[in-house]
């Protein structure tokens, strides 16, 4: 039943690695986590509250799509950002990808950027995420999803919608 790419996308603080990581155990298929593709320069412009552009995202979009062409028979179930629609149209070579976009507002983001511990990503850099945000269009392949549902709600929803969905 699992399709072979799913990439769970929305800004910092909208659930992306708790929800990929049940999607994932849901549909049996291996789960990645997209902060760790990121290189250490990254991760060092984000420590010191500096947002990344297009031309430092290429390389980490790359490692994903990598990661996201070699998936095999059991798919993969991956967390990114995906921000942009250019950005997902370079994951996207990778084959068919299902993008689950997980919507949250802005006070919430910021609000569980501000409690998180333990990751390299400051609240700072909330308002970033958001101007650089690009819902994603009518003629992609994705599901919108309220990041504040409970998750059990939003797994139900996106399995019902994997179940009814071609690749």
């Known amino acids: 039943m699992s399709p072979a790419r799913i990439v769970v996308m929305g800004v910092s603080g909208c659930g992306k ?23 250490p320069e990254n991760v060092a412009r984000m420590v010191k509250g500096q947002p990344l552009d297009d031309e ?6 790359a490692v994903i799509r990598a990661h996201l062409e ?14 942009k629609r ?24 910021l609000r569980r950027v501000s409690a998180r511990k ?7 850099l909330v308002e970033s995420q958001f101007n650089t945000l690009e819902p994603p269009s009518q003629d992609e392949l994705f ?8 998750l059990a709600k939003n797994l139900k929803k996106t399995v019902d919608f994997l179940s009814h969905v071609a690749f």
């Open 56 to 61: 430092s995202r290429k390389g980490w979009l």
């Open 70 to 83: 070699n998936t095999g028979q059991d798919g993969l179930v991956v967390s990114c950002s995906a921000l």
């Open 17 to 39: 690695t708790t929800f990929g990581k049940a999607l994932a155990e849901a549909v049996g298929t291996p789960f990645l986590e997209g902060d760790d593709c990121h290189p």
């Open 86 to 109: 250019i950005y997902r149209d370079q994951l996207r070579e990778a084959g068919s990808v299902l993008f689950v976009y997980l919507k949250i507002d802005y006070d919430e983001a």
């Open 143 to 150: 599901i919108e999803l309220d990041a504040c549902a409970p």
């Open 118 to 124: 333990g990751h390299y990503m400051p609240a700072s």
